[in-house]
Nanobody, 124 residues
Framework: QVQLVESGGGLVQTGGSLRLSCVVS????????MGWFRQAPGKEREFVAV????????LYADSMKGRLTISRDNAKNTVYLQMNSLKPEDTAVFYC?????????????????WGQGTQVTVSS
């Protein structure tokens, strides 16, 4: 059974940075395209970033482009999301997700496996 566990969330001031991690177990990590999504209270879950199996191709949401770096370490079964210059509107639960395809997808329904989420709160 594939399991994803996120960590690294927390409370940060405006302009601060956080690095989220997601460890995957129970599957062959190198075969997964990995995505990050977020969900704010009362809003739908939305795409943040995605990285392909090899790490060669990446895509970022326009709302956070320029402030994010997604990366992965296939030897550690881990995907990372470095977030800089955080704003109060970035406050949300951040989820990592996995899909077994080389194609980059940005809709939640395309991802079969999900973590439990990690809370990111940005204070003004």
């Amino acid at each position: 059974q594939v399991q994803l566990v996120e960590s690294g969330g927390g409370l940060v001031q405006t302009g601060g940075s956080l690095r989220l991690s997601c460890v995957v177990s129970g599957g062959t990590f190198g075969t997964f395209t990995m995505g990050w999504f977020r969900q704010a209270p009362g809003k739908e879950r939305e795409f943040v970033a995605v990285i392909t199996q090899s790490g060669r191709n990446k895509l970022y949401a326009d709302s956070m482009k320029g402030r994010l770096t997604i990366s992965r370490d296939n030897a550690k079964n881990t995907v990372y999301l470095q977030m800089n210059s955080l704003k109060p509107e970035d406050t949300a639960v951040f989820y990592c997700a996995a899909r077994t395809s080389v194609l980059i997808k940005t809709t939640p329904r395309e991802y079969a496996y999900w973590g439990q989420g990690t809370q990111v709160t940005v204070s003004s």
